[in-house]
């Protein structure tokens, strides 16, 4: 069973200046609205902004994957009136920001456990990406109800589904036979994860797929991001030496 990413525990990705998949948790958007005596609910209204923002840049700067987390399986444990508000962006995003999609030649994809949303967000997500499936300038994905170990177990329960055999003969299990089951199969791992608002950690989002991915953090909330944090991320990137295992003289010798 293949797949179209490279495992960077298997073998070693190919790599450049430039990030090809770039992974984005957007924090921070509830305390950029406190710091402005504003509702938290504010702040991921201003935070559909930074979205916009990010796709583009990430366009203009050749990255081809671009993934974001909008929504955690987490996040259901979060007031009511925020979790509807979310729910309210996420529908008016998709009714009012494919067409611009589609004019820069992004595809979208939705990764996550759906069937925790209502008819009418799954018809939403349904259509924007039938209607974007022919593009491939950027392919931008959003995890919403995606949590990290989701991922794997729902990987896990298709896998022994499809080869039932292989339960009962478990020392054929590999990467290899997992790895088209997980949610974003059709993408290579991330080269770098970025998390605005000041947090260190990864909060269960690509746990697998952040194996040798840089992990780069910043104060920044996510309303205020954009193009030049952007470009400083990649600048911070670029100064890394990813020797996936490898030893720097090994690294030298190419």
């Given amino acids: 069973m293949k797949t179209s990413s490279t495992s960077s525990t298997q073998a070693i990705p190919q790599t450049g200046d430039a990030p090809v998949h770039v992974a984005i948790i957007m924090d921070g958007n509830g305390r950029w609205a406190k710091q402005r005596m504003m509702p938290r609910t504010a702040g991921h209204v ?3 902004q930074a979205v916009r923002r990010t796709v583009e840049a990430c366009g203009h700067r050749g990255v081809r994957y671009l993934t974001l987390f909008a929504f955690s399986s987490e996040n259901w444990r979060r007031p009511q009136q925020e979790v509807s508000l979310l729910m309210r962006l996420f529908v008016q995003a998709l009714e009012k920001e494919v067409d611009k999609l589609i004019e820069q030649g992004v595809r979208l994809r939705v990764v996550g456990d759906l069937g925790a949303f209502d008819s009418h967000l799954r018809g939403l997500i349904h259509e924007a990406e039938r209607r974007t499936e022919h593009l491939s300038a950027l392919t931008l994905t959003i995890a919403a109800n995606y949590g990290g170990r989701w991922d794997v177990l729902q990987a ?4 022994l589904a499809a080869h039932p055999e292989l339960a009962g003969r478990p020392d054929e299990l590999d990467e290899s036979a997992l790895d088209p089951y997980l949610a974003m199969a059709y ?5 770098l994860f970025i998390r605005t608002g000041g947090e260190q950690r990864i909060s269960n ?23 030049a944090e952007l470009d400083e991320a990649f600048e911070w990137y670029r100064g890394r030496e990813r020797r996936f295992g490898r030893t720097s003289e090994q690294l030298k010798a190419h």
Avoid: K, N, S
């Fill in 187 to 191: 993408a290579p791992e991330p080269d």
């Fill in 205 to 227: 989002f690509l746990i697998w797929q952040l194996a040798y991915t840089e992990l780069y953090f910043t104060r920044t909330y996510w309303p205020d991001f954009g193009a």
């Fill in 46 to 48: 201003r935070g559909v």
């Fill in 156 to 159: 896990m329960r298709r896998l």
